[in-house]
């Protein structure tokens, strides 16, 4: 690798490491979540706050070739509210509190 090479390379690592802590301070999203994030396509908070949660989770699932735990889409969900909500409330900042409800269940059975 050249200088040229190397000096494109460490900006657009440096540009992914800012965008990564960026989405961790989403509720709910650490270092596994954020490159989730990064590995379905994005790049910035917007293209995030308008994705749709439960797509985002069939996207993940066949990103990681099959399936991936709820509490995935859990944090989707909070992540959803959190950019679309001016005055968020706080237990609803927590992902847990993003679960199925019981009339959800039996909707998908």
């Known amino acids: 690798m050249n200088k040229k090479e190397y000096s494109k390379f460490s900006k657009k690592n440096t540009e992914q490491i800012d965008i990564l ?28 706050r308008i994705a749709d949660p439960e797509e985002l989770y069939v996207r993940c699932c066949k990103l990681h070739g099959g399936y991936v735990d709820r509490c995935m889409l859990y944090v989707f969900r909070c992540v959803h509210y959190s950019l679309n909500t001016e005055k968020p409330n706080s237990e609803k900042l927590k992902w847990w509190n993003w679960k199925d409800t019981e009339k959800n269940q039996k909707s998908k059975r």
Not at 32 to 48: H, T
């Open 21 to 48: 802590k960026k989405f961790q301070t989403l509720p709910g999203v650490g270092k596994s979540v954020s490159m989730d994030y990064w590995n379905l396509g994005f790049r910035n908070l917007e293209g995030i």
